[in-house]
Nanobody, 123 residues
Framework: QGKLVESGGGLVQPGGSLRLSCVVS????????IGWFRQAPGKAREGVSC?????LYADSARGRFTISKDNTKNTVFLQMNSLELEDTAVYYC???????????????????WGQGTQVTVSS
């Protein structure tokens, strides 16, 4: 049984940076893509970025966020720069069941998700 644990969220001013971490157990990063998704109050869940053999980004993240992974530590990172008010959300990492290579497909299995970490961008 796999487990994903996010950390690194917090309160930051507009223009600031945060680095989120997702420690993965039970899923090999060489066999599973890992994605970052976010959900703001009253809004639908949104795919932010995902990584397997390549990295994909949502338009809202491209140029500001960078996803990376350390296979030796089974950890995936999301470096977020130039944060905006609209980036406020709970950020989740997830092990992806599918990798079409063109978008981040959220998994259907509930145990493929982490518990989330809150990111609040506010002045």
């Amino acid at each position: 049984q796999g487990k994903l644990v996010e950390s690194g969220g917090g309160l930051v001013q507009p223009g600031g940076s945060l680095r989120l971490s997702c420690v993965v157990s039970g899923f090999s990063l060489q066999s599973f893509a890992i994605g970052w998704f976010r959900q703001a109050p009253g809004k639908a869940r949104e795919g932010v970025s995902c990584i397997f053999r390549s990295a994909l980004y949502a338009d809202s993240a491209r140029g500001r966020f960078t996803i990376s992974k350390d296979n030796t530590k089974n950890t995936v990172f999301l470096q977020m720069n130039s944060l905006e008010l609209e980036d406020t959300a709970v950020y989740y990492c997830a092990a992806l069941e599918l990798w079409p290579g063109s978008r981040c497909v959220p998994p259907n299995k509930s145990d493929y998700w982490g518990q989330g970490t809150q990111v609040t961008v506010s002045s």
